[in-house]
């Protein structure tokens, strides 16, 4: 079994900066990608970045330029550095890991949560 567990969310004045961990331990075979995205009250999940085994990085238009993924293979940990907030990043953010738990199984799985609030 995985288990994905964030940390470093919180209440941060609009221009400021938070960093958001995910680390994921148990039953990892392979780690494909690792992500993070975000839901707002009333909104869908969507995705705000994605780094792949291989390096390669994806944010979201609205994220571009303030927000930075990165990984710690050795850890199975993947950050998210949050600057220059705005009030509309307030939301819930979420860990993702894609990859297999065994040789033979897929694992898509997400984290509980951690809740970012950027106030004006």
């Known amino acids: 079994q995985v288990q994905l567990v964030e940390s470093g969310g919180g209440l941060v004045q609009a221009g400021g900066s938070l960093r958001l961990s995910c680390v994921a331990s148990?039953?990892?075979?392979?780690?494909?990608?690792m992500g993070w995205y975000r839901q707002a009250p009333g909104k869908l999940r969507d995705l705000v970045a994605a780094?792949?085994?291989?390096?390669?990085?994806n944010y979201a238009d609205a994220v571009k330029g303030r927000f930075t993924i990165s990984r710690d293979y050795a850890k199975n940990t993947v950050y998210l550095q949050l600057n220059s907030l705005k009030p509309e990043d307030t939301a819930v953010y979420y860990c993702n890991v894609k990859g297999r738990s065994t040789w033979y199984q897929e694992y898509d799985g997400w984290g509980q949560g951690t809740q970012v609030t950027v106030s004006s």
């Open positions: 148990g039953s990892i075979f392979s780690i494909a990608a």
């Open positions: 780094i792949t085994s291989g390096g390669r990085t």
